[in-house]
């Protein structure tokens, strides 16, 4: 069994796995970044870092979180996924996401959320679906959040020595 945290995007429920959540913070203040696509909401720091945060609201609808007292700034461990140029054994990186009503969890089998059926190339983070007494939950695949662009954008390589 896994835990899962719950967030909504409109009156659809979708689920991240815990096991990548790496603190539940309230709503934070957060400075923008100039050139940034919209959905990417800003810039915070945590224990002296920065961390950039994405907006998953906006990212999925063009419709920026509401302030309310179930939004939250999530932070997670995103690691791109290997494919390309890019290392398999690049280091997780804090990323934070900016989710309306994440206040609930879910014990589930993550063997049982099944596959959409849907083509998830447009938005390649949507991953399985379980049905339950919300309806549909669908898993959000952190790893999957950025586009190589924004990635480069966030968290560019560092110079070399």
């Known amino acids: 069994m896994a835990l899962f945290l719950l967030f909504r995007i409109g009156p659809d429920h979708y689920a991240l796995d815990t096991a990548e959540v790496a603190e539940v913070l309230p709503l934070t203040t957060l400075k923008q970044i100039p050139g940034a696509p919209a959905w990417v909401g800003g810039l915070m720091v945590r224990h002296g870092q920065p961390v950039p945060v994405i907006d998953i609201p906006a990212l999925a609808t063009g419709t920026p979180a509401v302030a309310r007292k179930s939004t939250r700034t999530v932070l997670v461990h995103y690691r791109r996924p290997a494919h390309g140029r890019h290392v398999i054994d690049q280091p997780a990186r804090l990323l934070g996401l900016r989710l309306e009503y994440a206040t609930e969890t879910l014990r589930a089998d993550a063997a049982a959320f099944v596959d959409s059926g849907i083509d998830p190339a447009p938005v390649r983070y949507l991953g399985p679906v ?15 959040l950025l586009r190589d662009a924004v990635h480069d954008l966030l968290f560019p390589d560092p110079a070399p020595a």
């Open 130 to 144: 379980l049905h339950d007494t919300r309806g549909l939950v669908q898993w959000v695949r952190v790893g999957a």
